[in-house]
T-cell receptor
């Protein structure tokens, strides 16, 4: 089955700096890679996702890059703000039919943005 | 957008009793829903895949008789923790995605279960 590894496990950055989280996956058939933000006591919230036919996707301060050859993908947050402090999870999935495929999650990265 | 509602958000129960957690897709239909368990400072662990109109598929190591899953309609799945014990205390989260047109999985807000 799929195995997703995520690094670093904790990340402390100064407000305004950039944060980068990296994930690697094992199953070459995986073709959907979402990123989730989870705040304390809440469910994960999808912040950005990328499909295997795209190498990069950007949404305001958040961007994701994908290298299918190397089987790794990364989350980039620019101009970090205190409200970006949370736990971030990457995940991978193989899309075979609509909505029926389970996600495999990375171990999570606890991000702390210092004012 | 796709909204998944999960209830209750918090529940405290006594050892030996059963607790039911509901997961509803509010503005879309979901043939498949997923149930996760999360321990403090850890990642999400998939417990089972809930399929509308059929039996759930459980991950290895998850007790089917303890964690009963029912997916009676395209908008509702329930997880019942039977004969709860303190070690069942955890954060339980469901997720679902629309039938077609998107890969995106939306998560519920989670249920904090405390067994005393």
């Amino acid at each position: 089955g799929e195995n997703v590894e995520q690094h670093p496990s904790t990340l402390s950055v100064q407000e305004g700096d950039s944060a980068v989280i990296k994930c690697t996956y094992s199953d070459s058939a995986s073709n959907y890679f979402p990123w989730y933000k989870q705040e304390l006591g809440k469910g994960p919230q999808l912040i950005i996702d990328i499909r295997s036919n795209v190498g990069e996707k950007k949404d305001q301060r958040i961007a994701v890059t994908l290298n299918k050859t190397a089987k790794h993908f990364s989350l980039h947050i620019t101009e970090t703000q205190p409200e970006d402090s949370a736990v971030y999870f990457c995940a991978a999935s193989t899309y075979l039919e609509a909505a029926g495929n389970k996600l495999t999650f990375g171990g999570g990265t606890r991000v702390l943005v210092k004012p | 957008g796709a909204v998944v509602s999960q209830h209750p958000s918090r529940v405290i129960c006594k050892s030996g009793t059963s607790v039911k957690i509901e997961c509803r897709s509010l503005d879309f239909q979901a043939t498949t829903m997923f149930w996760y368990r999360q321990f403090p400072k850890q990642s999400l662990m998939l417990m089972a895949t809930s399929n509308e109109g059929s039996k759930a598929t459980y991950e290895q190591g998850v007790e089917k008789d303890k964690f009963l899953i029912n997916h009676a309609s395209l908008t509702l799945s329930t997880l019942t923790v039977t004969s709860a014990h303190p070690e069942d205390s955890s954060f339980y989260i469901c997720s679902a995605a629309p039938l077609s047109g998107t890969y995106g999985y939306t998560f519920g807000s989670g249920t904090r279960l405390t067994v005393v």
